[in-house]
């Protein structure tokens, strides 16, 4: 069993920047990959950004490509989420989650947080 907690949400303008942590406890990530994921108000939730954490590899949603970055500590058993260059339309709820999906860009992960709020305002 692995517990997910989500940090590092809040309120932020356009432009700015909130980095998000996700912290697992009861097994290490080293053998999952991890993704986070978002659901605005009356939408479904929809893949952000995911890493498989043995390959190192990364998959982004293009939405987010180039302004987003994931990435790990493994001391720490932590994920995070950086993000840059917010816009409103980045505000959601935010969901990490872990396991060994196929395809790690859809939701077949076994695990889930409770999810952080980020609010971008205009």
């Known amino acids: 069993q692995v517990q997910l907690v989500e940090s590092g949400g809040g309120l932020v303008q356009a432009g700015g920047s909130l980095r998000l942590s996700c912290a697992a406890s009861g097994r290490t990530f080293s053998s999952y990959a991890v993704g986070w994921f978002r659901q605005a108000p009356g939408k479904e939730r929809e893949f952000v950004a995911a890493?498989?954490?043995?390959?190192?590899?990364?998959y982004y949603a293009d939405s987010v490509k180039g302004r987003f970055t994931i990435s790990r500590d493994n001391a720490k058993n932590t994920v995070y989420l950086q993000m840059n260059s917010l816009k409103p339309e980045d505000t959601a709820v935010y969901y990490c989650a872990a396991g060994r999906p196929l395809v790690a860009t859809t939701k077949s992960y076994d695990y889930w947080g409770l999810g952080t709020q980020v609010t971008v305002s205009s």
């Open positions: 890493l498989r954490w043995s390959l190192g590899t990364s």
